[in-house]
């Protein structure tokens, strides 16, 4: 996934009445009108935010007689999630080799500490 689409894509995210779009048409695909039912705004609006999502790659429209209906691209989601686990594995990997010389210093005996006079012993 390029850089650009990347960029629209997160955007598109970036919107809570998007996500809950996502979420709807993640158990099928929806009209319009069926996923403005939620949402107190128009299906003007709805319609504006579907467009943002198709103009990401997240979303598709097909036809159906009367019907346009909007599927979810989970390929799309999946270039996502993909892009996500690259950096969420390398931060994995780093933990893991912190862990590693973190357990190899633990490991090592240290030398033994100075003893600490009480000041009664001294005195006597």
């Given at each position: 996934m390029d850089d650009d689409r990347l960029d629209r894509a997160f955007v598109a995210l970036g919107d809570p009445v998007r996500?809950?779009?996502?979420?709807?048409?993640?158990?099928?695909?929806a009209t319009v009108g069926e996923l403005a039912e939620p949402f107190p705004i128009t299906m003007q609006a709805v319609s504006r935010h579907i467009k943002v999502l198709e103009d990401a790659g997240l979303v598709t429209r097909s036809r159906d007689a009367q019907r346009r209906p909007v599927h979810l691209d989970a390929a799309a989601l999946e270039d996502l999630t993909a892009w996500i686990d690259?950096?969420?594995?390398d931060a994995e990997r780093a933990y893991r080799r912190l862990d590693a010389v973190l357990a190899a210093a633990a490991s090592v005996p240290t030398?033994?500490?100075?003893?600490?006079t009480d000041t009664k012993e001294k005195e006597s």
């Open positions: 996500r809950a779009i996502i979420a709807r048409l993640s158990r099928g695909p690259r950096y969420r594995l030398a033994a500490a100075p003893r600490r």
